[in-house]
């Protein structure tokens, strides 16, 4: 099945450098990138990204991982990557969400980690079925910032906006 899956590279695997090797990883899909936009993540963003986890005694501290409070980089890449089988190929080569239980090869195998406070700092996300990409993709992107035309929009006339624009 041909499919858009949200990929996202998190605060640690940009702090650590790790965005051209996971970039490499990720090519071996032969998927398509059909977005990618560095996005600073504000606490509203991170809160429904992780919604299913609301609840969980690790939920604040995660949400401060992806604001980026823990990294100091306050944005991650995030990207739509877009093939037959995106979701079950870019999930196998992210592997286990544990970082220690993750086959090693695979890219939290390989950069996980979990913190003292217990969250698995695991480099990178990435949609685990069909609902879930669509809801991150529409979380995430604008219909305009991604080149296919994945699911239908609509035109609508947005009065008194307001937004920064080149001085
Ligand atoms: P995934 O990212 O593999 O889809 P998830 O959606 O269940 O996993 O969780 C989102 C993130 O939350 C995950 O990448 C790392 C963190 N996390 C999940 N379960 C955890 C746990 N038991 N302890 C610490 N952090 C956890
Ligand atoms: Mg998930």
Do not use: C
């Not at 993709?137 to 906006?161: N, Q, R």
Request: net charge positive; proline share 4%; hydrophobic share 40%.
């Amino acid at each position: 099945m041909i499919q858009p899956t949200l990929v996202l590279i998190k605060p640690d695997g940009l702090k650590k450098s790790l965005t051209g090797n996971i970039l490499t990883r990720l090519s071996e899909t032969k998927l398509e990138i059909v977005a990618a936009k560095m996005a600073k993540v504000t606490k509203d963003l991170a809160v429904k990204h992780y919604e299913h986890l609301k609840g969980k005694p690790f939920f604040d501290e995660l949400i401060r991982y992806l604001m980026g409070e823990l990294h100091d980089r306050k944005k991650v890449l995030a990207m739509v990557y877009w093939g037959e089988d995106a979701i079950q190929k870019v999930r196998e080569l992210a592997g286990a969400t544990n970082p220690e239980e993750a086959n090693p090869v695979s890219i939290r195998g390989q950069y996980g980690r979990i913190t003292t406070k217990g969250v698995y700092e695991n480099a990178i996300h990435a949609s685990t079925n069909d609902i879930e990409a669509e809801r991150e993709i529409k979380l995430w992107f604008e219909p305009d910032e991604i080149i296919l035309d994945l699911y239908p929009s609509k035109k609508a006339t947005i009065t008194s906006v307001e937004k920064r624009v080149w001085a």
